[in-house]
């Protein structure tokens, strides 16, 4: 009895997905064996029975809708034919009254034809007679078909088969119509004196036959070759069949395998011996199943074909299924009430009660609990939740505490590091307005007045750019030095380079550039460490000294890869440097360029700071060919200021939103017009 009990015990206690498992299998068995009896038993069997039904029906009353209007028509062609007005006018054309008699006896047919037209082809001249109500009436030939015209093939070909009877849907150029052409032909075969068409209107044809069917249900007409002669698509229309050598179009084309083309001859023979009845094939059409149907005209040598699609055809009116249908949704919604109520008490209940204490945990609310009593996932999931819920709560006052702990520390970090920022940017600072000390700005400025231009741009605070400036009785000197590096290295290379700087002009003087490079090239030598000058520090300065002799009016130039820029007449020419670099780890040689005042308005030097600068819309380095452009626009300016803040739009408006690359520095200055110096 207890070994009962417990055996019963854990059979209830089923695992949640267990239960989930077993109810949903039960719904969905049930659907499907409700989906299986109403569907397969109802359903299918009363649209094939409707479907074979309406596709045999619809096909045998389009015949008759075919058959009506053509065999008038072909009639009344016929019995023109048959005339012996006609006949001797094929015969005798050229004799007036037989043509005036024929044109008029078929004139009187003509009021009796649906298409309200004829023509008239006579074979030894070729000539076209042609009257439909629509062009004004004449007794003349329209024109004269020729056996070496393209369009005109149709004739010859017609003339020389043994049918009576031949119809075509052609497409005439020379007309400009579209017609379903009844040919008859006037005289015995092999003697063909011509033929007789009358035409209908293959726009009113095709909508009369084909497109007055309701959606799934398609109506059409082939040949005895399977060529379309009649279709929804005007496209798939074979034209020109009775001239044509080649079928392209053609019913079997737009079947779906080998088997269907082969099931589709087999039918058209069975339709062709049973006397008019419908013959059925199932077969696929365009891609979708379909049932076809199909039916002989044996007048027309032609067969009307229904094609029935099962997906998109309407066999079945909802007042037939509508109870099944009710009964179904009926029993689907008492299935559906009994699966949302078991999944809610037995599986959403819990997990809102879940959510609920995850939510406040995830609040803060380290204290909750679930204390679950159930045995099943849920439980073990509430009985994990408590026990992670007790571990955190614990491990959360740990680490508050620790946390504090290492708030304070970083906070008393972060004390020290903003004092010691403050007294770097304090030194950099103090640094900055020694370094500037150190530049002859002031004696620039006095000296030249307006005619200066002195741009200085470090990267930082301090820069490793630097000018120098000094003037003698002859004339002045103009030079700029760019250290490698930028910020505090840079700037403590700028200091080297100003003691060099002096230290040389003291022994060169003024007037020689070149040897003047040469010299601070050799101090910076002997400056720096032995190991400096190696390849693992860089240590070398670019720089470019002018003198301006105003006495003589000369400018001497020499630099160390640094150009200098010459505004003359003739626009800005630029002076390039030597290709050595002082202090590099091959020593250089520099030579002076002396050349005239004469003509030259402006001089400029710059460092390359400037010339690799990123801006425009590629972020391309600005290039010496645009500083050249920016220095025609400055020496048009009269005053210092005009001109360095000029620069400053300039290339802020090209830097836009890119960062600095390196210190930036031009020097220049604005010459005096040639006669103006003269007259001095």
């Known amino acids: 009895m207890a070994e009962s009990d417990r055996r019963g015990s854990a059979g209830l206690d089923l695992g949640l997905r267990a239960k989930s498992m077993l109810l949903f299998a039960l719904c969905a068995a049930l659907i499907v064996a409700l989906a299986w009896l109403i569907g397969m038993q109802v359903v299918e069997s009363i649209r094939r029975h409707y479907g074979e039904a309406f596709a045999r029906e619809h096909t045998l009353l389009y015949k008759q809708r075919l058959l009506a209007p053509l065999n008038r028509e072909l009639a009344l062609a016929q019995r023109l034919a048959s005339e012996e007005l006609v006949a001797a006018f094929f015969r005798e054309e050229k004799s007036p009254g037989r043509r005036s008699a024929a044109i008029g006896e078929a004139e009187a047919y003509r009021k009796l034809m649906a298409g309200q037209l004829y023509a008239l082809v006579v074979a030894a001249s070729g000539n076209y007679y042609l009257n439909d109500g629509k062009l004004p009436f004449s007794e003349q030939p329209r024109y004269t078909v020729h056996p070496d015209n393209q369009n005109d093939r149709w004739f010859f ?75 929804a698509d005007p496209a798939r229309i074979q034209y020109q069949v009775a001239g044509s050598t080649r079928i392209d179009h053609t019913l079997a084309r737009y079947l779906g395998s080998e088997q269907d083309r082969q099931a589709l001859q087999t039918a058209m023979a069975r339709s062709r011996s049973a006397s008019g009845d419908v013959v059925t094939l199932e077969a696929v ?96 999931l509430a009985r994990v939740f408590d026990t992670m819920a007790e571990r955190v709560d614990r491990h959360a006052a740990e680490l508050e505490d620790e946390v504090a702990k290492r708030t304070q520390e970083l906070s008393e970090a ?7 920022h403050q ?103 002997s400056m720096l460490p032995a190991e400096g000058a190696g390849h693992l520090l860089a240590t070398n300065m670019d720089a470019a000294f ?77 290039g010496e060919r645009r500083f050249a452009d920016w220095l025609v626009v400055l020496s048009g300016l009269q005053d210092a200021a005009g001109r360095e803040q ?28 040639p006669d103006t110096v003269q007259q001095e």
């Open 157 to 231: 070909s017609l003339i020389q088969r043994p049918d009576p009877v031949q119809l075509n849907v052609s497409q005439d150029e020379h007309l400009k119509t579209t017609k379903v052409w009844l040919n008859v032909m006037v005289g015995e075969a092999g003697q063909r004196l011509g033929l007789i068409s009358a035409g209908l209107d293959l726009t009113g044809f095709l909508r009369d036959y084909v497109q007055n069917t309701q959606a799934g249900v398609s109506a059409m007409v082939i040949d005895g070759q399977g060529a379309l002669m009649a279709h």
């Open 646 to 673: 000029q620069l400053e739009q300039a290339m802020q408006a090209w830097r836009g939103r890119h960062e600095l690359r390196d210190d930036m520095a031009v020097v220049g200055v604005v010459l005096s017009q």
């Open 285 to 380: 059409l365009d891609g979708r199943r379909q049932l076809l149907a199909l039916s002989y005209l044996p007048e027309l040598q032609w067969y009307a074909v229904t094609a029935l699609d099962w997906d998109r055809a309407q066999l079945i009116s909802m007042d037939r299924i509508l109870p099944w249908l009710i009964a179904a949704l009926g029993m689907l919604a008492l299935l559906f009430s009994l699966l949302v109520f078991g999944v809610d008490r037995g599986l959403l209940r819990p997990l809102a009660r879940l959510t609920a204490v995850a939510s406040a945990f995830g609040r803060g609310e380290y204290q909750v609990r679930i204390a679950s009593r159930r045995k099943d996932e849920l439980g073990q």
């Open 414 to 420: 972060n004390q020290h590091m903003a004092v010691a």
């Open 423 to 525: 007294h770097i940017q304090e030194s950099l600072r103090y640094a900055r307005l020694i370094q500037r000390s150190l530049l002859p700005e002031d004696e620039f400025r006095l000296r030249l007045g307006n005619q200066a231009l002195l741009w200085l741009q470090p990267r930082d605070v301090v820069g490793g750019d630097l000018f120098i400036f000094r003037a003698d009785q002859s004339g002045y000197l103009l030079g700029v030095i760019d250290c490698a590096g930028h910020g505090v290295p840079g700037a403590f290379m700028t200091m080297l380079a100003h003691v060099a700087a002096d230290l040389a002009l003291d022994q060169a003087g003024l007037a020689d550039p070149a040897r003047l490079i040469s010299l601070i090239d050799t101090r910076v030598r």
């Open 546 to 622: 002018c003198y301006v002799n105003e006495r003589e009016q000369l400018l001497c130039f020499a630099g160390a890869k640094l150009p200098l820029f010459v505004h003359t007449e003739n626009g800005i020419e630029r002076l390039p440097g030597g290709r050595r670099a002082i202090a590099e780890r091959r020593q250089g040689e520099w030579h002076n360029e002396i050349r005239p005042l004469a003509g030259v308005s402006a001089l400029y030097l710059a460092t390359d700071g400037l010339f690799d600068q990123a801006g425009g819309e590629e972020g391309f380095g600005l």
